[in-house]
């Protein structure tokens, strides 16, 4: 589970708004699912919120 990114209201670690949006960027492939965080308006990678999720293929 990810948490909703803002894309309208940003906070720093200091409780203060800041101008901005951000979001997430989902990439699906056959055996991984990765998350990539973007800033929109800089058009920029948020390099700490990358994830990425291996998926386990089984026959059934």
Request: glycine share 6%.
């Amino acid at each position: 589970m990810f948490n909703s990114a803002s894309v309208a209201y940003l906070w720093t670690n200091e409780d203060e708004a800041k101008i901005g949006s951000q979001g997430y960027y989902v990439e699906v492939y056959s055996h991984k699912v990765v998350v990539r965080g973007r800033d929109f308006k800089t058009g920029s990678w948020v390099e700490s919120a990358e994830y990425e999720v291996s998926l386990l293929l089984q026959n059934i």
